[in-house]
Structure formats: structure tokens, C-alpha cells
């Protein structure tokens, strides 16, 4: 099992050896399957097979619980570039070729006043972005006064001024971009688009560069936010970028090694939110867990378990190569384990072939936990929450409350699971998507069928 780590997956386990794609978490099913654009399922949230371990109630643990995790969030905590859409406010996206942008600009003829943009990361450094704040702030009774007048500058004698000779003015709350001289508010929804890469995201350049070009033209100027949600560690990720420069959208928040880390782009760099890093401390105990699967190991023997290399673990996952010959007796060990010593996990099975990769994961970490913290803390609803996926490993963020694609080149595996939901097809409520295209250009089609493109 060497190479990059593709895909994660939100079922109980995880493996190694013979086949190293980690994009099937279930056995492909031998029989052909059948496809079909704008079929849909119901809002139910199908169920996902995982194995949890819950706090034992007679356990010593329990007689001093901690506290569940906070849902509620510090806007201050949200990096500046990513600038959702907020009643009263105007947020004001720019694209320019200039190293820095500054706006200066006045509120309701107010004092003159300069405020950085900053890049939006998603844009390719094509756009930039800032927040007016209006406090309550209206245009001026008489008319005399807009809302905001303002002018941009590069901060070094550079100008961007309407040919008229005036100041840009806007005269309500909103969302509005500047490009080319061309001022304009932005239409459509805002949505928070969650992807799986490999095979969905990626796989297809040309649909890969249709995707980044419908992104840069029109979501991102809507307020939207693109997020990856993968397997891969988040160095693994950045090589990925650099392969794929020509082509892949740059996301504005990643969530990577199944679930257990969330990065947000800032000044240039990934930084883990360190909020969600504490909601992954609950219940969680990193040397029990090594324990717990050093004595599995023990058990199984050398040559039918190991522990996978050291970039691949962190401080709120373990993971592991186990072959399916031992694999049930594995799990039940270490849930057992784990159960006694009041720490809550999950593990999730992913690969396919003789051996698959295990992780051992925090009770608040995956794929969806992490899609629905940054849900909330951006503050989209679910019904402009949409996650895309092709494989078992995407069952997890593809079951929950949110809007789902399934792209049209799926696996069986995930296919076998949505068939086997058995909701129906043509209910109003529908929030589930099959795609006829393939890979990205089939979460253009999506999109489109939601009526959200």
C-alpha cells in the first residue's frame, strides 16, 4: 500500500497491502448498474454502517464526563478571505492583476477611510474581497448621499475609478463584484460546495478547468465557498495542487485525513481551525486508542495487521493495515477495549482487496462532522449545502440533511448503497442527484438541476 492516500470513507474500516485505493469501501457488486440523471432521493438521511464506541455508563470515565463540544462559533475565528454573505452588510468582491488592493471608500457620506481586501482562494488569486460593516448605516434621506461611495487603490498611486470620472457607488445592502470597471450585484445563490477529489473533482482536466471556469465567473462572486473534502494529509494535498495547476480549483477550506483535520486558507497557508481540533478532543484518548490497537495487533499476529507510517497518523487518528481474515475479530477487540476505557470513536473501514486501511478516529471526527462544522460556522442552510462523491468512501457526507451528487461514473459500491436506500425517487423533498455526465462536469449538472448554478 504505498502512494498517495486517496479517498476516506464513513464506514467501519480501513485497510492496507494488496489494493492500495482507498476508493471503495464495500465490495463492487459483479452485476452491471444502471444510472439516471435527475433521479433523486428524499431528505431521509440513509444510514452509514460504521462501528462506534460509546462511553460505558458503568466505566470510570463516566463518573466525570466531559463536556460535548460547543456548537456555537467566533466569527473572529474565520479567516478574512472567506466572506459569506450577512444581512446589512456589503461584501464587495474585486478582480485584479495588482499585488494588493485597498478600497477607500465612504459610508453614507461619512469619513473618508481605507480597508484591505484580501485574495479569496478559490479565485486563483484572480479576486479579492472585503466586508463593509454598515452598522445600521442607510443612504442619506435627501438622495444627496449614497450608501457607500468608494474608489480602489494598489496602495503605491494606481487608481481604479469609473471612466465618468465619479466614485463607484452602491445604494443597498448586498453582494456585489468590480471587474473591469464594471460594477454589478452578484445574482444566484450562495452555496457551500463539498468535494470529494479523486474521481469526482478530478480525473477529467477539461471538465476539471470547466468546473474552475464556472467557479471563478460566477459561484465565487455569489459568496459561495468550494471545499475538498479527502483522504489525503494535507501535504499530500498540496502536491496534488501543484500537479493539477492547470486545471483544479483551489478550495478556500480543506478537510482532510478522514475527517479529522479542517484547514482554512490564510495569508497563504493552510491553518488548522483549532476549534474544531478541540470538538475532536471529547471522549478521546490517543494513547488508550494505541493501546488498545497494539494489543488487537498482538492478537492478530504481524503478518495479518500493522500500523500504517507515521505521516498517516495523528493526534485524533490511528490508522492501520488489517486483513480481512482478522478483521472482525480486530474491530470487536478494539471496541471492546475502548468501550471499557470510556473513549468514543469510530472505526472506519475503507480499500478494497485482502486488506484494508483501519482508522480509529474521534467520535466528532469524519467527513460529514466536518461538512456540518463548516456548514455551521459559515452559516449555510442545508439546502445550499451540497456534497458530491463517486465512492463508498463519500457515503458519510452524501447521507446527511445536505443537498448530494452523485457523479454519473459512481462505483458500484456507492451505487449498491443508494439503490438499497429504497426512498423514493420522485419525492418533492428530494435531495439526492445521480448525474449522467462524469466526474466534474457532473457536478455542473447537479448544480444546474438544483437550480443552484
Known sequence: MNGVRGATVSTPLCGCYAARSRRSAVRRVAQPYQHHCHWRLSCQAAEVQEIVTKQSRKSKASKS????????????????????????DIVLYYCTGWPEAKLHCSISAG???????????SSNGKWCVTRIPLNGALSHPSGDHPLLEFVVHDGQGKWDK??????????????????????QQSSGEAVLLVSDLDD????????TAAFRDYWEAQALTRGSLLVYNTGRAVDKFEELCREKQ?????????????????????????????????????????DTVREATYAALAAAGREKMHFRPPEEQNDHKVTCGVHMDVMDQVQQQISETLQKEGVEARL??????????????SINAGKLQALEFVRLKYGFAHNKTIACGDSGNDKDMLSGQNLAIVVGNAQPDLMKWVNETQLDPNAKNARLLITDAHMAKGILEGLASFGLK
Request: a negative charge; aromatic letters at 10%; proline letters at 7%.
Open 65 to 88: 464526563p466531559q463536556q460535548p463540544p460547543s456548537d456555537s462559533f467566533d466569527a473572529q475565528q474565520s479567516p478574512p478571505a472567506i466572506q459569506t454573505p450577512q444581512k446589512n
Open 111 to 121: 469619513e473618508w477611510q481605507d480597508q484591505d481586501f484580501t485574495q479569496v482562494n
Open 162 to 183: 469609473p471612466q465618468t470620472g465619479d466614485n463607484y457607488v452602491i445604494s443597498e445592502a448586498g453582494v456585489f463584484s468590480l471587474s473591469q470597471g464594471k460594477l
Open 200 to 207: 469526482t473533482m478530478i480525473g477529467d482536466d477539461a471538465a
Open 246 to 286: 492547470h486545471c483544479l480549483a483551489m478550495p478556500d477550506v480543506l478537510m482532510s485525513s478522514v475527517g479529522t483535520k479542517v484547514y482554512n486558507w490564510h495569508q497563504g497557508n493552510w491553518v488548522e481551525d483549532e476549534q474544531y481540533a478541540r470538538r475532536l478532543a471529547h471522549a478521546w484518548k490517543l
Open 348 to 361: 472506519i473501514l475503507s480499500g478494497k482487496g485482502d486488506w484494508r486501511y483501519l482508522d480509529i478516529v
